[in-house]
């Protein structure tokens, strides 16, 4: 069986899901990856509803639509940061209360356990699994360019600090039987496979927690984006379908970006429409073969010169035109003497 094409909801989150699935559908996509925001799924009343979870599936079924993933990066992402103004922003006034940072990092906490419960209640109504993919936070971020000196005591305490945080959510992600992927970027307490490496580690390389494999925040970077495919093969839980742009010139803003915003023409990178930028798709789903990853292929979409609606449409074009299955057989076989 082909992996099912999804969309990522999260960046459409300003419409209600089911206007959004009937957009999805149109264009020929086979389910959505759930944004745990706006309308799209809400995991506190997945918990006090009995009948949240069957609702939500009944909407997508009756659209000829399937569910893999739920996302909840917002509030995964205060867990471990550096909790500033910023924050209230990106989380509801009950998480984000009052600021006082450690406040805001204990009740993100107890959401994204929430989050692992909800996503079991919505496995049991679908019959397969949930993944839940996400961000972590960190509170190292702001320590990658070392200067001032940062000592190692400094780092390794950022992945206490991160191990301390996450190992009891990830109890509750063990208990109920759903994984954890984190998307790892920029921001993230992993960024690259190096520090990716050190995240598992961390933790003790317990299984419930893996990644929401995105090329986009690998490129630029210089990453191999490929080999982090093998690298992690058998903790690549969810896939983002997601491309980026760099240029072959040195530009005016590098790859930290000099303070601009996305679309900027200044700037030496930007995310691009699936099929638009410079990731090499083919040797991902070549990789992904290889290691038999089976689920779905969920396109997030970013583009700042591009109307979304003839985004997502191009891009499930291309992915479709791109899959395809891995040999059953050697291709010389035919050679051989009977």
């Not at 000196?149 to 305490?157: G, H, K, L, N």
């Amino acid at each position: 069986m082909a992996r099912p094409i999804t969309l990522f909801t999260g960046q459409f989150a300003d419409l209600p899901l089911e206007e959004l699935a009937d957009k999805a559908k149109s264009f020929g996509y086979d389910g959505v990856e759930l944004a745990c925001w706006g309308d799209h799924f809400d995991v506190n009343a997945a918990m006090k509803d009995a009948s949240y979870c069957k609702g939500k599936w009944e909407l997508l079924k009756k659209k000829g639509l399937g569910v893999w993933a739920i996302s909840n990066h917002l509030v995964g992402q205060a867990v471990c940061d550096n909790i500033d103004k910023r924050h209230a922003s990106i989380l509801s006034p009950s998480i984000f209360g009052d600021g006082d940072p450690e406040g805001v990092r204990k009740r993100a906490a107890e959401e994204m356990k929430t989050t692992a419960r909800a996503a079991r209640k919505l496995a049991d109504v679908v019959g397969h699994e949930i993944v839940v993919c996400g961000f972590t936070g960190s509170s190292i971020w702001h320590l990658l360019y070392s200067f001032p000196p940062v000592s190692p005591d400094m780092i390794d305490a950022g992945y206490k600090d991160f191990a301390d945080r996450w190992n009891p959510i990830l109890d509750v992600f063990d208990a109920v039987g759903v994984k954890f992927a984190l998307e790892a970027q920029p921001t993230e307490i992993a960024f690259d496979a190096y520090s990716a490496m050190r995240a598992v580690e961390a933790l003790g390389w317990r299984k419930a927690f893996g990644f929401n494999y995105n090329p986009s925040h690998f490129g630029y970077q210089g990453v191999d984006y490929v080999e982090f495919i093998h690298m992690f093969g058998d903790r690549i839980y969810h896939v983002h379908m997601k491309d980026v742009g760099w240029s072959s010139v040195p530009k005016l803003a590098g790859v930290f970006g000099g303070h601009t915003n996305f679309g900027d023409v200044n700037r030496y990178w930007d995310f691009r429409s699936l099929g638009r930028g410079n990731i090499n798709f083919e040797e991902i789903i070549r990789m992904l073969n290889r290691i038999n990853y089976q689920g779905p292929l969920s396109i997030e979409w970013e583009d700042s010169g591009m109307d979304r609606w003839f985004g997502i449409k191009n891009a499930i074009e291309f992915l479709r035109r791109l899959c395809f299955p891995p040999s059953s057989t050697a291709f010389d076989r035919a050679f051989e003497r009977k």
